[in-house]
């Protein structure tokens, strides 16, 4: 099967997203300039550069009463910064429930059930249990091609760990298991893993 996008795949489904997998949940969490916290997964999300860190995720659609996005990327454009927090299988049915469309006034975290920390760096809230948490400068936010579709690109300023996760010196995922996201409503729990040793290594 071969398909140009502008013609349309002929699918019950757009096969787009399954097509790009696994893809790393950036579970992003933001404060508003009124003091109104939010939370939402985003699986267009990656690292970006290593010096300085940095980190980017996508955010397409948008919501009446956040302009022409939703409410993260609005959080950001008025304050400057957001904190990527890591996702664990255990957080799957809290993380889902964060993706619900909620009016811009509500604290999804508080909606979830998700015990919030402060950051060190930021004036902005993370997940209290996350294996980790990236907290973020934002230093570009890119207008793409189409509506309401945009890449927001950040500096990692401050970076927590749960002291679990860390095992012999390294952050190991095994202590507790990765959440992906695969194509349509599909995800995935990363639970096995190898090593390649690279040619020149």
Known sequence: MFYRPEDGHGLPHNPFNALITPRPIGWIST????????????????????????????????????????DNVANIRETGVFCVNVTGLADRDAMNATSEMLPRNV???????????????????????????????????????????FVVLGEVTGIHMRDDCLVDGKFESSTYIPLSRMGYREYTAVREVFELARPDD
């Open 31 to 70: 404060r508003s300039a009124d003091g109104t916290d939010n939370i939402a997964p985003y699986s267009f999300f990656n690292g970006a550069a290593y010096t300085p860190p940095q980190v980017m995720f996508s955010s397409t659609g948008s919501k009446e009463d956040a302009g022409n996005t939703k």
């Open 107 to 149: 604290d999804e975290f508080a909606h979830a059930g998700i015990e919030k920390a402060e950051c060190e760096t930021i004036a902005c809230p993370r997940v209290a249990h996350a294996p980790a948490a990236l907290e973020c400068r934002m230093t570009q936010i890119i207008d793409l091609v189409g509506d309401n579709n």
